[in-house]
């Protein structure tokens, strides 16, 4: 039998609409604007215009609110549930990013989210929630949020990275005489797919 996942090809972080436009042109079927270092009404109102941008043309958009900040750079500004449940009404958008206690790039998964948080923008909003810098996020944590709130994307690229960056290293390591670029590569590949499945099964269980 087969078997299907749907998945998409997503735009993170899209900054402007020329960039969004060029992403839509492209063939992306999923799109993030982000707007949340723009005062809330310019926020809404962008993110408003690229969210019906993407509908027209059956793409679904995720828009960001707060501000989730950088390990070791900006620093992150929480996310208000009344302007969340603003945000989320007036802009249309199919998933909201949230700024509570995620911070990207995060290598240790330590401190944690404020649930107290999570819960108060859930009771104003019933958009799905996304969680930036899901790398830092304790795995109980993650596991416990996953089955019981409304969040429904952890974005997990720095765990990813650092599977790939590590299994880079010993393959390029391995042997010193080593140049060809697709067998270094290649060694990557299955240790990114088992990374990958922990975390999906993990979530799963
Ligand atoms: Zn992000």
Redesign the pocket.
């Known amino acids: 039998m087969l078997v299907v996942t749907p998945v998409v090809a997503h735009l ?2 899209g900054y402007t609409f020329e960039e969004c436009k060029i992403a839509l042109d492209c063939g992306f079927t999923s799109i ?1 604007f ?1 707007g949340s270092r723009k005062p809330l009404q310019e926020n809404i109102d962008e993110t408003a215009k690229i969210a019906d941008l993407a509908h027209s043309v059956g793409v679904s958009c995720e828009g ?1 609110i707060g501000f ?1 900040g950088y390990s070791g750079g900006e620093t992150s500004d929480g996310t208000k549930p009344e302007e969340a449940a603003r945000f989320a009404t007036e802009t249309n958008i199919d998933a909201m ?1 949230i700024s509570v206690g995620n911070i ?1 790039l995060q290598q240790k998964k330590e401190g944690g989210l404020d649930e107290d948080r999570i819960k108060s923008i859930e009771t104003v909003s019933d958009v799905p929630l996304v969680i ?2 899901g790398s830092g996020v304790p795995l109980n944590q993650r596991i416990k949020l996953a089955r019981n709130s409304k969040i429904c994307k952890f ?1 997990i690229g720095t765990e990813l990275r650092m599977a790939f960056g590590n299994a880079l290293r010993l393959s390029v390591n391995q042997d010193t005489k080593r140049f060809d670029r697709i067998q270094i590569l290649k060694d990557t590949h299955d240790p990114l797919v088992q990374a990958t499945r922990k975390v999906l099964s993990t979530l799963k269980q």
């Open positions: 993170d972080h993030m982000d960001e989730v990013a990207h930036h810098g974005n």
